[in-house]
Every structure is written in C-alpha cells, then in structure tokens.
C-alpha cells in the first residue's frame, strides 16, 4: 500500500507520520505528507548533528554584538514598530504575538499579547535571542530566511520535540536595493492553528517595506502598475529616483514587474535602463500629476503615477564652505569643492556625504569624477 493511500487525515496525524519517516528513520527519504522546504530543513538539522530530543537553549548574543544589531537596525525597527503595532491588535485575542528579526535571525522587536508567566513565550520574545535554524532548528523564522518567502508552520512540522509546542507564520523582508534584511513572525504556543496568518504577515511585510522605500532620499516617488489599475493601492510598485534619474530604491512589487529591478543591489540603474520613455517626460507628468502609459523595452506597456519630493539643503544640514574658497570661483568648481570636503568630512563615505548634502550618491560620484 502507498503512502499516500495510507496517509492519516488528521493534520497532526499527517505531521507526526512524515517525523517518522524523515527523523527517525534518519533515511533522508521525504514524506510527502508535509512541505518539502520543511523536510529539507529538518534535514539540514540532521546534518549539522542536530537530534529531535536535543534541548534547545534560546540563547542571547552578547551584549556587545546587541548594540551593534541594534544600531544597524534602528532604522528597520523604527520604521517597522507603527505597523507591527497595528498588526498586534488584529491579532490580540488569538495568543499569538510578532517578532522582529534581522536577516540573521536575531530578535531586534517584539509586540503583542505576551503572557510573562509562560517561559516558552519569554523564552522567545526578548530582543536579541538568535532564532536562526542553526540555532533552534526548523521554524518560520529560520524557514523564511533560507526560503525568502511567506511560510507556515504547525507544531511538529519544527525540528525539535522541545518547539513543537509553537505554531507560527512568517516572511521576510527586503530593504531598498532588494536585499533581505529581516523577517518578521507571527508566533503562538499551544494555540489554535491559523494558517490565515501567513496572509496577515505579508500584509504587513509589504507596508513595512513600501514605508522603507518610500523613507529613503529621492526626488521623484513612481508607482507603478499594470493599465487600467487604480493607483495609491498597496500592492504598487513603488520606485524611489533621484534628481539624475537614478533609481535608489524599490519594492518587491516593482522587482516583479521590472525584473531588471533585482540587479540594482549590483549595479547603478536608471531610469533609461527601466523604460523605454525618457526620464524628462516622466518627470513632466509628474509635474503636471498626470498618469503616463510608458513603454517597457521587452514590449509591455505599464502605468507610471510620478510624485516630486522636491528636497533642499536645510541651513542645519549644509556644510560651511571651504574656507580656501575665494571670491570669484566659478559656481562649478565651488560645488565641486563642497562636494569634495563633504566627503573628506565624513572619512570618504560617499553615502553620508550625499545625504548631509541632500544628494544622490550618483551625483557625488559624477561631480567628482575626474575630467578629460
């Protein structure tokens, strides 16, 4: 007989049948009968030495490494906390509760219903616990940075006999230039199974990331979608540039409409490299707030909504000139020299520079670079 035709209909029946044959006969045969991403995970388990009856430590990093989590964080968990916040009253009456990782899998934020009288949720939710599957096994956490999309999971379908107690929903997050800098968790023990909550989850997911596009420097705030959509919908592609036409950031949306989105991590884009429109006429319809029809160079057609931002250097954030400067310095070589100093100011990091500045790091490197 198959297993299949033998398969159990509970789901927890389901669940405790594909430990068998995956954990405990240790025969690296799959189941079936759950995920596969999961069978691979508690492979991976395996394969580190890991063993089901293995107590599982939620340890902490250490303090120092904290503080430096926490600073290279503070942006993501500033501009997660208000969204995160309103996604822990959908949620305040299930037992389940959020949490916060960056893209190792170390808690920088939790929120929600946490009953302090259950070791098993304080065990969990405190910031700086290493979540990561190498460290506790398969959960959603670890599951959702290795697979880097929504998941969930239900009790035994973790690794270790100690967390099958957590049933959790999870998905990671991308920054700006596309590359995963966190997830963020739904998590509850001993509670109802609510699948549902991998919907919610990257709801939220993609707020927080839109919220991060939408924070960092630029000139020109486009949305993007297919004809005929209404625009300002969540589901946008949204797509930051700069005063050059240079492209500094973008959501997950818009990587799926403009694929060439996924290398800007790897290289400069612009906006001539997205559509086959020229950025001035982009930037008069936003002007004009007028919706644009633009050809894409693979021969798609997509809708353009263009936002200014138009950004100036504020009397606090603008450096004090040169005093080698002199009266009668061309206005090309004076700025040159402000760009200049700005970067030797801030140790050659052009990225700080630009921003005290209120510029775009192309524009830095395109006034710097030397002259035929």
Known sequence: MSLQRSA????????????????????????????????????RCLSRGQRV??????????????????????????????????????????RYFAILTNHQG?????????????????????????????????????????????????????????????????APLFGPDGQCVGMLDLTGVETAERPELKHLVSQSVRNIENALVIQRPHQLLLRVNWPGTASGLESDGLIGVDEDGMV?????????LLPELIQMHQRILHCRDLFATPHERIVDAAHRQHSLETPLWNGLRVQVNGQLHERRISAAR???????????????????????QSVDDHKGNVAEAARALGISRATVYRKLKPRR
């Open 106 to 170: 170390v808690v920088v934020d939790v929120d929600g219903v946490i009953d302090h009288s259950d070791k098993r949720v304080t065990s969990i939710a405190r910031v700086g616990v290493d979540l990561s599957e190498q460290s506790v096994g398969t959960t959603a956490i670890g599951a959702a940075l290795t697979e880097l999309r929504p998941v969930w999971l239900h009790r035994g379908e973790h690794f270790f006999n100690a967390t099958s107690v957590y049933s959790c929903a999870g």
């Open 8 to 43: 159990p209909a509970s789901r927890l029946e389901r669940i405790a049948q594909a430990r068998q044959v995956t954990l405990h006969n240790l025969g690296g045969a799959q189941s079936g009968l759950v995920e596969p991403w999961i069978e691979q995970s508690w492979q």
């Open 318 to 340: 603008r450096p004090a000139a040169p005093s080698k400067l002199q009266t009668g310095m061309p206005l090309k070589d004076f700025e040159t020299t402000l760009i200049r």
């Open 248 to 256: 500094v950031s973008a959501n997950q949306a818009a990587r799926v």
């Open 53 to 94: 009856t293995d107590t599982v430590v939620f340890d902490p990093v250490s303090r120092s490494s904290m503080a430096a989590t926490a600073e290279s964080n503070r942006a993501l968990v500033n501009t997660a906390r208000p969204i995160i916040r309103q996604l822990a009253r959908a949620i305040a009456d299930t």
